[in-house]
């Protein structure tokens, strides 16, 4: 089955309204001709209606950077899937590495954040990955098992290949440590057979994104791995030269 590359620029606590629509602006025309390649924009929530209008009618998605699992409540602070839906926002990006770290997300919250964001018509980006000191004890595949059987827990067999899965390899993440090719494919190719331990199918259809510093300069090498199906893009996602440039060599 050939799986349609995703490039997921996620800005994080990057880029006023009027810093991003000049992103937009820059971005649009490098990418127009970029066909077969799915592209998406996770901004901040103030930029999300801004980014939504200056992006409509274009290839160019717009993802919510977190959510919060319940319709409506007292929960100070946060924003429910209803609420990006009514802002025509197309996905959300659950469990990022940054959130599972200052701000106490866990993989219970994931378990209903995921179906929720799912039942409410939004795609779903759902973050996994290990530590530096997980890796060096050899905990890899059992923390990725853990976060994919939780985070997917609640989603329906049927529906587990409407998930696309960015892995995080935290400990080569700003810290001067590079994870090689032959790492990343294997880590994502393990995602995939977790996915495949429920449906053989679905884990077909899954797209699985690598999330560890992609950039213009190894983007091609990474992408030609077979199980690697695009890049959840950090840094090189705020400028829009740079950002295309991965878009074009998964095209």
């Known amino acids: 089955m050939t799986r349609t590359p995703l490039i997921a620029g996620n800005w994080k606590m990057?880029?006023?309204v009027d810093q991003a629509e000049q992103f937009v602006q820059g971005l649009l025309p490098r990418v127009s001709t970029a066909d077969g390649v799915d592209v998406a924009l996770c901004v901040p929530f103030t930029a999300?209606?801004?980014m939504v209008d200056s992006t409509r009618g274009s290839r160019v998605e717009v993802y919510a950077q977190n959510?919060?699992?319940a319709e409506q409540g007292a929960y100070t602070g946060e924003v429910s899937a209803a609420m990006l839906?009514?802002?025509d926002v197309h996905g959300v990006v659950l469990g990022h590495s940054e959130r599972r770290e200052h701000f106490g997300e866990t993989d219970r919250a994931l378990a209903v954040k995921v179906p929720a964001a799912l039942a409410s018509g939004l795609k779903v980006i759902l973050c996994v990955g290990e530590t530096e000191g997980e890796r060096e004890?050899?905990?890899t595949q059992r923390k990725l098992r853990y976060q994919i059987q939780e985070g997917l827990e609640r989603v329906p067999t049927e529906q587990l290949g409407e998930i696309v899965i960015a892995y995080e390899p935290i400990w080569a993440i700003g810290t001067g440590l590079v994870a090689t090719v032959e790492q990343a494919q294997d880590a994502v190719a393990f995602c995939r057979a977790l996915v495949a331990d429920r449906s053989s199918e679905q884990a077909e259809r899954t797209r699985i994104l690598y999330g560890g510093s992609m950039k213009p300069d190894n983007a091609a090498e990474l992408l030609a791995e077979p199980d690697v199906d695009g890049g959840l893009i950090g840094g090189a996602s705020l400028d829009p030269e740079t950002?295309?440039?991965i878009v074009s060599a998964a095209a």
């Open 48 to 50: 999300l209606a801004a």
């Open 243 to 245: 950002f295309s440039a």
């Open 67 to 69: 959510m919060h699992w």
């Open 85 to 87: 839906v009514e802002l």
């Open 14 to 16: 990057h880029k006023t």
């Open 137 to 139: 004890r050899g905990d």
